[in-house]
């Protein structure tokens, strides 16, 4: 099996190299060339987008001299009548000293850039002064202390506000002695005016991105800052940086679509299907090039930014996960067309998931949901466990698996090379799931199947309601919640249904109903228990996955939910799948009214 493995692999690595037209070559490598050239030449240039975009208007030669050096603005030197006559033809002028901006917004953006440069100005007077003690009296000594802020306050909908008092507050406690520090630095004038010099030198608003990864070693000053270089964190420093490696891997995972898509419509999938090799071993085969590929490049990146190997350890379910989205759409997808839009629409959900979480490092638990928080706190130097892991990762795992299994179930003549529209073909893709033997079976793994879906979309929903007004996002978590597990529990019901509408006897319905909802009911628990304990102790963990203790209560609302669409099938076939569902949502909704009311009272 390995050996066929690899042959199929190296297949696919001389496929791929040769799916470009040998006229179309030549012109790729000479665009390859040039971008190449271009990067040099603006490396060692810079860039120049923004030279002359400000007209300011001075009066003083000598600070026209100062002002010419930044390269954004255009000065003149009009004379003073002149100025103040076409003082509406410049962003801002500058008369004995004071500035003049105009009303636009180019005017402010002017204005806070000629606040930047005068700041650049000072700190550089201040470096030249022959007692830099005297120019920088004040020193700080910057010490990082983890915050332990608990949130379960806010998350339970109480406002935490001091409360007045006119006594002073008491210590619980007993307060440790701070020994005084020490009035002298551990550093030479001349280290410490170098690198003022350096700093003030930076391009401030690059730098902060180039050097999340630097460490205070680099510093001569070591842990000491200037008031002026203070300044407060970025939220999106790391983030940047994690962008570097997952748009790599996203594309790459492109290239594997649209080698599926490309076998399709030239119907050269089926001298693969007439070997007689077992489906899994033609796409693990396939896929191990890009598998490959994609490891490389994330060892390439992190041994350039001379970060941690563990960064790898959260990106493997990541790339596992793009890599069985790209084979189930190369699969749906009829044409590029739609090969394009099923892609840009994945591309949208997976970057909202991965990286809308992430921003909350080390603020909420809910940022554990994303691999990328594992990423952020690797760069930043903190420490997590294995199951902070098993957290993060255990969706990306099974949702993976779970599209594979039903790849490799449809990896067969007649569903590559149907013509079908979409919604049909991922009815036909649900259907191979089913087994005519053992429907029941079928169904209860189906909707089982289904929960690491249902919760990726909840717990992504989580996020985006995580930042409205509490009473607003609570309201739309619990519709967005009931639908999404409406929808999930009715899927397989409809699929059946297409299948053999003649099978919906009123006995085979109920049992129907009751296999799906313990399906349900059995993986939710399971996965949570498992993996999400923590979510589940905040006010929206209890908005998502209630009852977690009372199972009777749920199971009846499952099964309530899948008879109603059953019933409405049954009476009015797929008409009544859409009404049936929004009286599911209904009706799931006011159990979690219920329950919730119950719970605050």
């Known amino acids: 099996m390995l050996s066929d493995i690899w042959t199929i692999a190296r297949w696919e690595v001389k496929k791929s190299f040769t799916l470009m037209k040998r006229d179309v070559l030549p012109i790729a490598v000479l665009l390859f060339a040039l971008l190449v050239v271009v990067t040099g030449f603006a490396a060692q240039s810079g860039m120049h987008l923004q030279d002359g975009m400000y007209q300011i208007g001075v009066d003083d030669p000598h600070l026209a001299e100062l002002i010419a050096s930044d390269a954004r603005f255009s000065v003149y030197e009009p004379g003073t009548p002149a100025l103040i006559k076409n003082r509406n033809t410049f962003d801002l002028i500058i008369l004995k000293g004071i500035v003049y901006p105009g009303n636009t917004e180019k005017s402010k953006a002017a204005v806070k850039t000629l606040e930047r440069d005068y700041a650049k100005y000072v700190n550089l007077v201040y470096n030249g002064n022959e007692d830099l003690f005297a120019a920088y009296p004040l020193w700080i000594n910057v010490e990082t202390v983890k915050s332990e802020l608990n949130f379960l306050a806010t998350q339970s909908g109480q406002y935490v506000k001091a409360a007045p008092s006119s006594v002073a507050p008491v210590p619980e406690q007993e307060v440790p002695n701070v020994p005084t520090p020490s009035p002298t630095l551990a550093f030479s004038e001349e280290e410490i005016r170098q690198e003022l010099v350096k700093t003030n030198a930076k391009n401030t608003q690059i730098s902060r991105y180039t050097e999340v990864l630097s460490s205070s ?79 490389l490049i994330c060892t390439g990146l992190t041994l350039y930014l001379r970060a941690s190997l563990l960064i790898l350890l959260p990106l493997i379910p990541i790339i596992f996960f793009f890599l069985a989205n790209a084979l189930i759409i190369g699969m749906l997808a009829r044409s590029f067309k739609e090969l394009s839009f099923i892609s840009i629409f994945f591309s949208t959900i997976a970057t909202s998931y991965l990286f809308f979480p992430s921003i909350f490092a080390n603020v909420h638990v809910i940022s554990l949901i994303s691999p990328l928080t594992l990423i952020v706190l690797t760069l930043q130097g903190t420490a997590w466990t294995a199951a902070d892991y098993l957290y993060s990762t255990s969706l990306f795992w099974l949702t993976g698996a779970v599209l594979v299994y039903i790849a490799v ?112 009911l059995v993986a939710e628990k399971l996965l949570l228990f498992v993996t999400l304990a923590q979510i589940t102790e905040s006010v929206f963990g209890s908005i998502l996955f209630l009852s977690l203790g009372v199972l009777w209560m749920p199971f009846l609302l499952h099964f309530a939910g899948v008879l109603i669409v059953a019933c409405s099938l049954k009476l009015w076939g797929q008409k009544g799948f859409a009404p049936a569902l929004v009286i599911a949502t209904l009706v799931h909704c006011i159990y979690n009214a219920y329950i919730i009311l119950g719970w605050m009272q």
């Open 217 to 295: 070693s680099g510093n001569t000053m070591g842990s000491f800052r200037t008031p002026s270089q203070l300044s407060p964190p970025l939220p999106f420093d790391s983030i940047i940086l994690v962008f570097v490696f997952i748009f790599p891997l996203y594309f790459t995972s492109q290239f594997f679509m649209m080698s599926i898509m490309n076998e399709r419509i030239e119907r050269k999938g089926e001298v693969l299907l007439t070997t007689p090799l077992r489906t899994s071993t033609l796409l693990i085969g396939k896929a191990l090039p890009y598998c490959i590929g994609m490891l």
């Open 409 to 520: 179930c449809n990896f067969k003549e007649e569903r590559l090379f149907s013509e079908k529209r979409l919604l049909p073909r991922i009815r036909e893709f649900l259907s191979e799931t089913i087994s005519r033997r053992h429907p029941y079976l079928s169904l209860f793994f189906l909707t089982a199947l289904s929960i690491p879906f249902v919760f990726m979309v909840q717990l992504m929903s989580l996020v985006l309601f995580f930042n409205l007004p509490m009473p607003y996002s609570l309201a739309l978590l619990l519709v967005f919640a009931a639908f999404v597990e409406e929808l999930a529990k009715a899927v397989g019901v409809y699929t059946l249904f297409s299948m053999d509408s003649g099978f919906f006897s009123w006995k085979n319905l109920i049992l129907v109903c009751a296999v799906t909802a313990a399906g349900f």
